[in-house]
């Protein structure tokens, strides 16, 4: 079984890619020279099949290929159902196919590897067809499948797909100097990363990666389709260009997370890209649908928004001033090597221009003083070879570079910044859609209403509450029974570990119950959990905020979730903005607060919808004397308007002060639940009477284990 899996998941699959790259190294580039349908050997129809086939196929083996690495549903379905019919539909055609890309009918290099790729391809899909043969297709998941695979064929389309199969377009439309055509294209290398970054932000890491590896992979095969094994053995046809290399450097960073490698292309070949997408090297003449400047679109496109893309979807860390500097290094030592291939191979008579370094391209566009300066050179005689160095331009160059990489570093952390914030924003409103959910969407109009207008009494109360821990046969809290009801201020006593927050996070709902029941204004908490949270405020002993949002923004965005009207939250809003004496920071970030801003915005969004119990756990810790005595004024006012206010302290002075009654926990267990008159009347502080009660308590145990 296991050997099965390693020749079937992970053999086969690397063979079919190698496959497919050898095939697309053996194409004949007579291919460039076919100008519609018409101009095919074949008839309009089979030519049309034989094209579509080709492509289909591109696209069918890279998914074959990325199969077993990517279990995605959408994938598997491709897989099974769609796959099968291109590899068939190509061995149908293979005659034709084999002329149309090679020329000659004849057993070839192509013909073979062709053969071999669709037999390997349909070998694949059948063991896959038998592993999946369970899953059960719906009507939904085919059209889903449909269109993910026509947006997988996007990526492949080869570059002499449109002037094969339309000819050539209108001449005046001229994709060069910012023409209307030159700005569409500038636009589609803007629209389509930001469409793919919304459509890809919520999806799982392996979808992510699994789409930014097709894409770069499939863009990077119709770019091989240039080249053939011959020109592997001249190095002057190399791809050598920036933009060429972010093409291979790309998907191999992706596949074998390379990230140091990656940082060099997200700071260096986007920079590279735009300006090459701003100053197009073909010429004026060139036609729309010129194989040539399809080629030059597609790769810039990637070489631009890829890097962006990859950093915004999180598959690499955004980079720091260290990578940067490192890529710079890079960028040094790729400058210099382009520089010597260019003065090499023009000396041994090749017409090379990497990174136009090596021509006045980019001089020519700049004006006189840029041409004087490219025409000063230094010759050296290498070997019999003429080495032209262009000294003045070529530094110049560089340094503009890398003060153009500098400025470059400042737009992506202001781009980043925007992306942040934006994002920040989306998961707000989809938190906030799922917890409005969660609270009121599945409830009717009438029980909303009866929430908001609940008459039932106001009372809290645990009814033989326990509480265990996964599969832990010790209770952390054992048969826990008290009431307390509207109007009061209770606390909650007991030391650290005794069992106080695991009995308030089961009555906010965070953690179920394990036995009896807890009641909120006469709502199960287990059976309607909804309703009981409709009528609670909690603060946490540790807030968790949206720092990036203002004190004012942070507590509306609350209010949104329990639909407190307008009227409602700004009255309330302004009440406890005069209480907290938060006037002049309410609409700061809360980033900037103090941990005693942080805590009195927590308050305040526990009580923007007014709720009939009010739970604090610790709510004092670590404030001032000045925000203690106003949490304190809250808590009064709260309760007089015949609210619960249910706190837990160490600060036994202030429980003392403000509560009407309290509750002891030690070890789990309900020790005493007293009022403060009865606790006074025996003559005993409060803090006596808690010593006395857990020592007691202690004294007892003591006894019965001797």
Request: proline share 3%.
């Given at each position: 079984?296991?050997?099965?899996?390693?020749?079937?998941?992970?053999?086969?699959?690397?063979?079919?890619?190698?496959?497919?790259?050898?095939?697309?190294?053996?194409?004949?580039?007579?291919?460039?020279?076919?100008?519609?349908?018409?101009?095919?050997?074949?008839?309009?129809?089979i030519t049309?099949?034989?094209?579509?086939?080709?492509?289909?196929?591109?696209s069918?083996?890279?998914?074959?290929?990325?199969?077993?690495?990517?279990?995605?549903?959408?994938?598997?379905?491709?897989?099974?159902?769609?796959?099968?019919?291109?590899?068939?539909?190509?061995?149908?055609?293979?005659?034709?196919?084999t002329?149309?890309?090679?020329?000659i009918?004849?057993?070839?290099?192509?013909?073979?590897?062709l053969?071999?790729?669709?037999?390997?391809?349909?070998?694949?899909?059948?063991?896959?067809?038998?592993?999946?043969?369970?899953?059960?297709?719906?009507?939904?998941?085919?059209?889903?499948?449909?269109?993910?695979?026509?947006?997988?064929?996007?990526?492949?389309?080869?570059?002499?797909?449109?002037?094969?199969?339309?000819?050539?377009?209108?001449?005046?439309?001229?994709?060069?100097?910012?023409?209307?055509?030159?700005?569409?294209?500038?636009?589609?290398?803007?629209?389509?990363?930001?469409?793919?970054?919304?459509?890809?932000?919520?999806?799982?890491e392996l979808?992510?990666?699994f789409?930014?590896?097709?894409?770069?992979?499939g863009?990077?095969?119709?770019?091989m389709v240039?080249?053939?094994?011959?020109?592997l053995?001249?190095?002057?046809?190399?791809?050598?260009?920036?933009?060429?290399?972010?093409?291979?450097?790309?998907?191999?960073?992706?596949?074998?997370?390379?990230?140091?490698?990656?940082?060099?292309?997200?700071?260096?070949?986007v920079?590279?890209?735009?300006?090459?997408?701003?100053?197009?090297?073909?010429?004026?003449?060139?036609?729309?649908?010129?194989?040539?400047?399809?080629?030059?679109?597609?790769?810039?496109?990637?070489?631009?928004?890829?890097?962006?893309?990859?950093?915004?979807?999180?598959?690499?860390?955004?980079?720091?001033?260290?990578?940067?500097?490192?890529?710079?290094?890079?960028?040094?030592?790729?400058?210099?090597?382009?520089?010597?291939?260019?003065?090499?191979?023009?000396?041994?008579?090749?017409?090379?221009?990497?990174?136009?370094?090596?021509?006045?391209?980019?001089?020519d566009k700049?004006?006189?003083?840029?041409?004087?300066?490219?025409?000063?050179?230094?010759?050296?005689?290498?070997?019999?070879?003429?080495?032209?160095?262009?000294?003045?331009?070529?530094?110049?160059?560089?340094?503009?570079?890398?003060?153009?990489?500098?400025?470059?570093?400042?737009?992506y952390?202001?781009?980043?910044?925007?992306?942040?914030?934006?994002?920040?924003?989306?998961?707000?409103?989809?938190?906030?859609?799922?917890l409005k959910?969660?609270?009121?969407?599945?409830?009717?109009?009438?029980?909303?209403?009866?929430?908001?207008?609940?008459?039932?009494?106001?009372?809290?109360?645990?009814?033989?509450?326990?509480?265990?821990?996964?599969?832990?046969?010790?209770?952390?809290?054992?048969d826990?029974?008290?009431?307390?009801?509207?109007?009061?201020?209770?606390?909650?006593?007991?030391?650290?570990?005794?069992?106080?927050?695991?009995?308030?996070?089961?009555?906010?709902?965070?953690?179920?119950?394990?036995?009896?029941?807890?009641?909120?204004?006469?709502?199960?908490?287990?059976?309607?959990?909804?309703?009981?949270?409709?009528?609670?405020?909690?603060?946490?002993?540790?807030?968790?905020?949206?720092?990036k949002?203002?004190?004012?923004?942070?507590?509306?965005?609350?209010?949104?979730i329990f639909?407190?009207?307008?009227?409602?939250?700004?009255?309330?809003?302004?009440?406890?903005?005069?209480i907290f004496?938060?006037?002049?920071?309410?609409?700061?970030?809360?980033?900037?607060?103090?941990?005693?801003?942080?805590?009195?915005?927590?308050?305040?969004?526990a009580?923007?919808?007014?709720?009939?119990?009010?739970?604090?756990?610790?709510?004092?810790t670590?404030?001032?004397?000045?925000?203690?005595?106003?949490?304190?004024?809250?808590?009064?006012?709260?309760a007089?308007?015949?609210?619960?206010?249910?706190?837990?302290?160490?600060?036994?002075?202030?429980?003392?002060?403000?509560?009407?009654r309290?509750?002891?926990?030690?070890?789990?267990?309900?020790?005493?639940?007293?009022?403060?008159?009865?606790?006074?009347?025996?003559?005993?502080?409060?803090?006596?009477?808690?010593?006395?009660?857990?020592?007691?308590i202690?004294a007892v145990?003591?006894?019965?284990?001797?």
């Amino acid at each position: 079984m296991k050997i099965r899996k390693i020749i079937f998941e992970r053999i086969l699959p690397i063979l079919l890619i190698l496959v497919l790259i050898a095939r697309v190294f053996s194409y004949n580039n007579d291919i460039y020279n076919y100008v519609g349908l018409n101009s095919s050997p074949y008839s309009i129809g089979i030519t049309l099949i034989t094209l579509l086939a080709i492509w289909f196929q591109l696209s069918a083996t890279l998914v074959v290929g990325c199969r077993p690495f990517f279990n995605i549903k959408s994938l598997r379905f491709i897989t099974r159902f769609i796959v099968p019919i291109v590899y068939f539909i190509n061995l149908l055609y293979l005659n034709s196919s084999t002329v149309l890309l090679t020329g000659i009918l004849a057993f070839n290099a192509f013909k073979i590897l062709l053969l071999i790729e669709c037999i390997l391809g349909l070998i694949i899909c059948c063991y896959y067809f038998v592993i999946d043969l369970k899953e059960k297709v719906s009507v939904k998941s085919i059209f889903i499948m449909l269109g993910i695979w026509l947006l997988l064929l996007i990526p492949t389309m080869p570059t002499y797909f449109l002037q094969f199969t339309f000819g050539l377009a209108n001449p005046l439309i001229k994709v060069i100097d910012i023409s209307l055509a030159h700005r569409i294209f500038l636009y589609i290398g803007i629209i389509v990363p930001v469409v793919m970054y919304f459509l890809l932000r919520d999806k799982d890491e392996l979808i992510r990666r699994f789409v930014l590896i097709y894409v770069s992979c499939g863009v990077l095969i119709g770019f091989m389709v240039g080249y053939d094994f011959a020109s592997l053995k001249e190095p002057w046809s190399w791809p050598i260009h920036l933009c060429n290399t972010a093409l291979f450097i790309i998907p191999i960073c992706l596949i074998f997370r390379l990230k140091k490698l990656f940082y060099f292309t997200y700071f260096i070949n986007v920079l590279g890209a735009l300006l090459a997408m701003l100053m197009p090297n073909y010429d004026s003449v060139t036609n729309l649908f010129d194989p040539g400047l399809v080629r030059f679109w597609y790769n810039h496109w990637v070489a631009f928004f890829m890097p962006l893309l990859i950093v915004a979807l999180k598959i690499f860390k955004r980079p720091k001033l260290k990578e940067f500097y490192y890529s710079m290094c890079g960028f040094l030592v790729y400058f210099l090597f382009a520089l010597i291939c260019n003065v090499l191979f023009t000396a041994m008579g090749h017409d090379v221009d990497y990174f136009f370094i090596n021509s006045d391209f980019i001089a020519d566009k700049l004006g006189k003083w840029a041409e004087h300066l490219f025409e000063f050179n230094v010759s050296l005689n290498v070997g019999g070879y003429q080495l032209v160095f262009r000294p003045l331009y070529q530094i110049l160059f560089f340094i503009v570079y890398i003060l153009l990489g500098f400025a470059e570093w400042f737009v992506y952390a202001e781009f980043f910044r925007i992306a942040d914030k934006h994002y920040d924003l989306h998961v707000r409103l989809k938190i906030n859609k799922q917890l409005k959910l969660e609270y009121f969407e599945k409830l009717s109009s009438e029980q909303k209403e009866e929430m908001m207008n609940n008459n039932n009494e106001i009372k809290l109360e645990l009814k033989h509450f326990s509480k265990k821990y996964g599969t832990n046969k010790h209770y952390s809290v054992k048969d826990a029974s008290f009431e307390v009801f509207g109007g009061e201020i209770f606390g909650f006593l007991g030391p650290n570990g005794a069992g106080k927050s695991t009995i308030i996070k089961s009555i906010v709902g965070i953690q179920p119950l394990s036995e009896g029941a807890i009641e909120v204004c006469g709502y199960d908490v287990s059976k309607e959990p909804t309703k009981a949270k409709y009528n609670i405020g909690y603060v946490p002993d540790h807030y968790a905020l949206y720092e990036k949002l203002t004190g004012r923004e942070y507590i509306n965005y609350i209010a949104d979730i329990f639909d407190v009207t307008e009227e409602e939250r700004n009255a309330r809003l302004n009440k406890y903005i005069k209480i907290f004496q938060l006037e002049h920071a309410i609409d700061s970030k809360i980033s900037t607060y103090s941990h005693g801003m942080k805590q009195k915005i927590t308050i305040m969004s526990a009580l923007v919808h007014n709720p009939k119990v009010w739970i604090l756990d610790e709510p004092l810790t670590g404030l001032d004397p000045n925000s203690i005595f106003q949490v304190k004024e809250c808590m009064r006012i709260h309760a007089a308007e015949g609210n619960i206010v249910f706190f837990s302290s160490h600060l036994i002075d202030i429980v003392e002060k403000l509560c009407q009654r309290i509750a002891i926990i030690r070890k789990g267990e309900i020790l005493c639940v007293k009022t403060l008159e009865e606790i006074e009347s025996s003559g005993l502080t409060l803090e006596e009477f808690y010593m006395q009660t857990i020592e007691s308590i202690d004294a007892v145990k003591e006894e019965v284990v001797s």
